[in-house]
């Protein structure tokens, strides 16, 4: 089994790591010539919307999925006339665009925050007067941690905000007062069949996510999985999808979801007993789905913008280094330690000493 992935960097990396022992063998499609997956996989150079490097992409390969959600749709629907992709490209239709999501989540029984479409001014003076403030104004497509967003507080940041976001069409979203951000992982296969991790707890700074913690037997972990299930049997999902929500009290308020692998998710290469990433090159290569049961206490710290040694590192008890290949810049993840322990204070100590290194939350 040949798969091809559309983009190289650390998502296809850790597909490719996985998949490889399972017999696997990859080709990505990256602009770049030293995208980081190129270590582990072979490379087709050249743009996501370049028919001739798509044709030998699928030449190459017996199914295509992607690292990264802003995959061209046209890309992805040419490439189905030639070869499956999963997840397919209706979905990436849904998860490219805020106001198609929210109002997905909504139409089937999930839960969100207060939202309204603005593609002027006026319509972001309207929807304020709906929604009240504070609010977040985000641009409708584009955009990841945090990029691509506008917190507004008072009435007279709206032409500044607007200003912003490059007077794109966005929506208006209700600032929620939440207890916690939590995120479902979740693989699904060709058969639809389904496999829950367990609840990852998410602390954000920044826009970007700087450490999550697996939380087995979450009393939220139900309601989670029936607003997961309810998405992925609606869009005939295929491979892993990640869903993020803002818990307050017992509710959960769906943000959005990612049709791919997740940073929240990361913590499963040592704390699973399947990873996200096996289960991802599973499901699109239709394969029985592994069991994501936790082994031990799971968790992973992000490395942001700079890089500490192996040593530093692999020093402290119950962490684990993986690199992606990258040259340290400011705001770039870089690397991330997973952490498995055998208590929640053995994990708690863990990420204590390693959000001291550099790049860690501090």
Known sequence: MKIGILGGGQLARMIALAGIPLGARFVVLDPSADAGATECADLVQGQYDDTAALDALAAQVDVVTYEFENVPQASARYLAQKVPVYPAADVLEVAQDRLNEKTLFNQLGIETPPFAPVSSLA???????????????KTRTQGYDGKGQAVIKTADQLAEAWQSIGEVPAILEGFIQFDREVSMIAARNLNGDIRFYPV????HAG??????????????????????????????????????????????????????????????????????????????????????DPVGFGAMVNLIGDLPSADQILAIAHCHAHFYGKDPRPGRKVAHIGIRANTEAERESAITAANQLPGAKT
């Open 207 to 292: 826009g970007i996510l700087r450490v999550a913690r697996a939380r087995a037997g979450d009393p939220i972990t139900p309601l989670a999985q029936d607003y997961t299930a309810k998405l992925m049997e609606h869009l005939n999902y295929v491979g892993v999808i990640a869903v993020e929500y803002f818990q307050r009290g017992d509710q959960l308020l769906a943000n959005e979801f990612a049709p791919r692998v997740h940073n929240s998710g990361h913590w499963t290469i040592e704390g699973a007993e399947c990873s996200q990433f096996e289960n991802h090159v599973r499901a699109v290569a239709n394969l029985p789905l592994g069991s994501t």
């Open 123 to 137: 319509e972001l003076e309207a929807a304020v007067a709906s929604i009240g403030l504070p609010a977040v104004l």
């Open 200 to 203: 990852s707890e998410n602390d």
